[in-house]
Each structure stands twice: as C-alpha cells, then as structure tokens.
C-alpha cells in the first residue's frame, strides 16, 4: 500500500472531507507556531457501478494513490481560501512527499521546503489582515472577520480592533445600534456612540470630529 506524507505549517488543524472516497474523513493537525505537523495518507480507493444489461454487476474498486489524495487535500483546501496569490506565493503553507516520513528527516531533508512553506504562510496572513482591515473600515460588523483573519493577526502578533472573539471575550452590545463591539470599548465603531463616558471624558480629544 502505498503512503504519503502531508506536511503543514499552519497554527490551526485542517479536516477534509471525500465523499465517495475510502476512507473519505482526514484531519490534518495543528503546527506549534515555528514547528510543523505531519499527516501520513494512505492509498485509498471508490466503488463505480457498472450497470449491465439485466442486472447491475458488484461495484468494482478503483484505487486512489495516497499521491493523488495528498494532492487533492492540499489543493482543495487552498483553492477555497481567502487572499490566495500565487504570482506572490501567498497561501497556506502545505505540501505533500512521497512515502512515510518522519519529522527529524523533514526537518533533514526537507529544510528549504519548510522554510519556503512558512515564508508564503507569513505572506498569506499579512493579505488576510488586509483584507480584514478593510472590510472593518467599511462595515464595522464582527461578522465580516473571519476565524482565518483572527488567527492569522495573533500568529503575526499584531494589535488590531476586530481581533476578539464575541463568544468568548465577552463583547457587548452597542446600547444605539446594537452591534456587537469590544468590552473595552470607549465608542462604537459603527454609530460612533458613546460607550464608556468616563474614558470618553479623560481622552476626549481623541474622539472630536471623529
């Protein structure tokens, strides 16, 4: 049977899905930030019918090499994200290597590979915030940032206004349009209402004409 090895840089874990295929579920896991993970695939295979004349014949096996899954992982993955630029090689930092490998040869082996597959992560994430920037300028809605954004702003430790999770770091609603915004904020960015009056009245110069 034949094997893959997927490796990822990412600081998330990955699952796919194939429908139809044997096995169909993978989970590519999380990498410690200046670290990788590996996911070993095996071949696997799909049942075609072939329908006859009076009756249908038993499905017949079609292999899957663990090659093409591997790839087929991969490049699922990445065609469906945000901010992908291949003339800058911006994307997720993953790819694949022919059989069963361990770590400590990737990281022998495979050293400027990895090191490419975490400079085009780092370019992948700077376009994410980016893109996040932008759409927080124009429509000040949580919704509008991503999961994808989020980490991608805490992996390049940068400071940013929508980078807080409304279920789990308390945010609030707005009292004048009921958005929902940062527990620590001073004014809406939406409405531009006063949240906090106290802060308000201590910066208040930051706030005129804004």
């Known amino acids: 049977m034949g094997k893959s090895t997927i490796v990822s840089v990412l600081p998330f874990a990955l699952t796919e899905e194939k429908p139809g295929l044997i096995p169909g579920y993978y989970e590519i896991p999380m990498a410690e930030k200046g670290d990788f993970s590996i996911l070993v695939v095996k071949d696997g295979y799909h049942n075609v019918l072939i329908p006859l004349a009076d009756d249908k014949a038993p499905p017949m096996r079609v292999t899957d090499t663990s090659e093409k899954i591997a790839e087929s992982l991969i490049m699922d993955y990445t065609n469906a994200c945000l901010a992908i630029d291949y003339e800058l090689s911006a994307f997720p930092g993953l790819f694949w290597i022919e059989g069963e490998q361990t770590k400590a040869l990737i990281k022998t082996l495979y050293a400027a590979k990895l090191k490419s597959a975490n400079e085009m992560t780092m370019r992948w994430f700077e376009r994410l915030v980016k893109m996040a920037d932008d759409d927080w300028a124009r429509y000040h809605q949580h919704r509008t940032i991503t999961d994808l954004q989020r980490h991608a702003c805490t992996y390049l430790n940068m400071s940013k206004e929508w980078n807080f999770n409304v279920m789990t770091d308390g945010a609030k609603l707005c009292w004048g349009c ?26 208040k110069d930051r706030y005129v004409n804004v």
């Open 178 to 203: 009921k958005v929902a915004i940062h527990p620590r904020a001073i004014t809406c960015s939406n409405c531009k209402a006063i949240i906090n009056m106290e802060e308000y009245t201590k910066n």
